[in-house]
């Protein structure tokens, strides 16, 4: 079988610290979290393994990294807990699993892969996955260990607006850092087979049980071998109502167009409801696109001499 070049994207969101507030200590941090996430997925795709491998390996480092909205540095719900949502796709199969809302799961996308390979189904939430993860030996934590102090100020940032005729959305200052966050991996492994994994805690401030595009299939995530993989960030209920992940695929099947034009056209029909954010994909032949419509998406790609690519802003 051709063998192609492995390709490795990752983004940890597109709600990043205002360029004026980024201090060069709290930048070097992020760069750190973003390249280990990339160490972690490419040397399983330098040794030849899955790029199904590769993408939960890059997502578990995010989850772990309180720097990031996902696992340990998830935003609270409006309520003060923490409500976590993860999904993974396969693009030689389209094969996928997701979870949503669960409380106690370290690492969600570990749960996602699970639910992909050792249930009939695609989706589970709350207390029915987190029994699917006790069943199966996932690691569960007490809820504190999603406590972060910065996460926990958001809150109070975003009630305190409230309380001055804010209510919901944007209409009120919040930046979008303490507003939402995502983290996701797009891979090509080579075998030429492409998967794609995201993981989220969410918006913060959101109702309980809220939902949004990450577990979402063909919304937050999605990957086929045929086309690309993609993970995105930002608006999730944007995000799904356009479709956004699958509008990509669709765009370079059925109209031809390539990788870095169909994501921007599918992150402009997410702009086109009002929606922000970014995503990251990555085609059949490992080219990659990583567009994005907020003031930074943290992102980081492998470059074909195997070289490390970490961005933040524009």
């Not at 200052?173 to 993981?199: C, M, P, Q, W, Y």
């Not at 990957?223 to 356009?242: K, L, P, Y």
Request: with cysteine; proline share 3%.
């Amino acid at each position: 079988m051709e063998t192609k070049r492995i390709g490795l994207a990752i983004h940890g969101g597109a709600g990043t610290i205002e360029r004026s507030k980024m201090t060069p200590e709290k930048e070097r941090e992020y760069r750190a979290g973003l390249e280990r996430a990339l160490t972690a997925g490419c040397e399983i795709l330098k040794r030849g393994g899955s790029s199904l491998d590769a993408t939960e390996a890059a997502v578990r480092v995010l989850e772990d990294d309180p720097h990031f909205n996902a696992g340990k540095g998830s935003v609270f719900t409006s309520t003060g807990t923490n409500e976590m949502d993860a999904s993974i796709m396969d693009g030689k199969t389209l094969k996928a699993g997701a979870v949503a809302s669960v409380k106690h799961v370290k690492n969600p996308i570990g749960l996602a892969r699970l639910v992909m390979e050792k249930s009939p189904h695609v989706m589970l939430d709350c207390a029915g996955a987190e029994a699917f993860a006790k069943e199966n030996g996932i690691e569960l934590v007490d809820e504190k260990y999603f406590f972060t102090q910065e996460r926990w100020d958001a809150l109070q940032k975003i009630k305190e607006a409230e309380k001055h005729g804010g209510v919901g959305g944007k209409k009120f200052f919040i930046s979008e850092h303490d507003r939402h966050g995502t983290v996701g991996a797009v891979a090509l492994d080579k075998s030429g087979n492409l998967a794609a994994a995201t993981s989220t805690g969410g918006m913060a401030n959101k109702l309980p049980g809220r939902i949004g595009d990450t577990p979402v299939i063909g919304a937050g995530t999605y990957a086929n071998n045929q086309t690309c993989a993609v993970s995105c960030t930002g608006d999730g209920e944007f995000f799904i109502r356009a479709g956004a992940a699958h509008e990509v695929s669709t765009l370079m099947e059925y109209r031809g167009i390539k990788l870095q034009a169909a994501a921007q056209m599918a992150l402009d029909g997410v702009k086109k409801l009002g929606g922000s954010g970014g995503l990251i994909a990555i085609d059949k032949n490992g080219a990659v696109a990583l567009p994005f419509n907020t003031n930074g998406m943290y992102r980081g790609y492998v470059d074909p001499n195997g070289r490390f690519v970490i961005e933040i802003y524009r």
